[in-house]
């Protein structure tokens, strides 16, 4: 089973300055999705990004971009020029790329604070 | 774009009732619907994948009597939390899989609190 780990509960990240939030995971397809989301406290969620793990470039959205490293298993979300309404819920996201089901597998989650 | 819409946003209702939550997709037929929970701090965990036409498939631990799901059409999924509790307290969310079978898209969420 494949799982996914943010190691970082919490982030806080001045106004304008950049963040970079953390995850790994763990899989043994070579087939796969990674997506972060962000919930706000809505608690609508929001895809923020996703990669294909047969691409080599990061993705990139914006002041979103990710660091996907394959051979180490982690898939790192960076927030550029962060603004207060960036401030939420960022969840890392595993999606096998094989026909069988397209659940995501969440990460627990990390909590991200903008600071004025 | 895609849209899926879920009902009611908010429910309250006495300890051994039934609650039924209604996930729709708005402007295309999902085949297969997703139904998460999400406790209070935590991340969303997969309670079943729902198949039109067909049986839900639980994970793990969902107990399938209390957590009745119904794939009748290409555009709803119902799930049904029956003889609710106070643990059944939860935000529950669904999700379909899109036209282009790459990319899913969220309802809003229920919240669901059992007294």
């Known amino acids: 089973a494949q799982t996914v780990t943010q190691s970082q509960p919490e982030m806080s990240v001045q106004e304008a300055e950049t963040v970079t939030l953390s995850c790994t995971y763990d899989t043994s397809e070579s087939d796969y999705y990674l997506f972060w989301y962000k919930q706000p406290p809505s608690r609508q969620m929001i895809l923020v990004i996703r990669q294909e793990a047969y691409k080599q470039q990061n993705a990139t959205e914006n002041r979103f971009s990710v660091n996907f490293q394959k051979a180490a298993k982690s898939f790192s979300l960076k927030i550029s020029d962060s603004q207060l309404g960036d401030a939420a819920m960022y969840f890392c996201?595993?999606?096998?790329?094989?026909?069988?089901?397209?659940?995501?597998?969440f990460g627990g989650g990390t909590r991200l604070m903008v600071k004025p | 774009g895609a849209v899926v819409s879920q009902h009611p946003s908010r429910v309250i209702c006495k300890s051994g009732t039934s609650v039924k939550i209604e996930c729709r997709s708005l402007?295309?037929?999902?085949?297969?619907m997703f139904w998460y929970r999400q406790f209070p701090k935590q991340s969303l965990m997969l309670m079943a994948t729902s198949n039109e036409g067909s049986k839900a498939t639980y994970e793990q631990g969902v107990e399938k009597d209390k957590f009745l799901i119904n794939h009748a059409s290409l555009t709803l999924s119902t799930l049904t939390v029956t003889s609710a509790h106070p643990e059944d307290s939860s935000f529950y969310i669904c999700?379909?899989?899109?036209?282009?079978?790459?990319?899913?898209?969220f309802g809003s969420g229920t919240q669901l609190s059992v007294l």
């Open positions: 999700s379909a899989r899109g036209p282009l079978r790459e990319k899913l898209f």
């Open positions: 996201a595993y999606r096998s790329g094989n026909n069988a089901g397209n659940m995501l597998t």
């Open positions: 402007d295309f037929q999902a085949t297969t």
